[in-house]
């Protein structure tokens, strides 16, 4: 699984990493604004690295937990769905709008593999300083270049460069960061 190769999830230790990140997941989700210090507590006990004044705020919901490493002075909103069967890295100072989905899995387009259960993933790194709109799904393999906005709503399924605006379906690059533009 952690080399990118076809794997069967069901196995039994991952079935146990997953459960126990489900139980983790769930009491992080439920724990009190009004207690910051038990909050990042979970939080670090259920990803594999957090930094410094990192901000996720609840409901997040992770397949292992320990394949994510989120980066200092983060800010993830509301609904994130990090599926983590590979590795995924958030850099520092990266903001994420709500529902913001990171998605690692992949599965065989062939039938047979694919009903006999068979998946395999790809890491996704965000690098630092990113912005991804709410609703932006990031794709299996991806990786964003740090200081890129990456519109509301928009599905990455191939990298992005450093330092450029990215819409659309699939996300496209429409402008360099630092550019004269007409925008109104």
Known sequence: ???????????????????????????YNATSVAD????RAVLAELLGEVGEEVDVRPPLRVDYGYQ???????FVNFGAVFLDVARITIGADVQMGPNVQLL??????????RRAKWEAALPITI?????????????????IGENTVVGA??????DLPANVVA???????????GEETTEA
Not at 167 to 177: E, L
């Open 104 to 113: 690692t899995p992949t599965h065989p387009v062939d039938p047979e593999p």
């Open 167 to 177: 819409v659309g379906n699939p996300a496209r690059v429409i402008r360099t960061i």
């Open 127 to 143: 690098g630092d300083n990113v912005w991804l709109g709410g609703g932006v799904i990031v794709c299996p393999g991806v990786t």
């Open 68 to 74: 994510t490493t989120i980066g200092p002075r983060t």
């Open 1 to 27: 699984m952690l080399s990118g190769e076809l794997y069967l999830a069901d196995d039994p230790e991952l079935a146990a990493d997953a459960l126990h990140a489900a139980v983790l997941s769930e009491r």
């Open 36 to 39: 910051p210090e038990a909050r």
């Open 153 to 158: 709503g928009a599905v990455v399924t191939r």
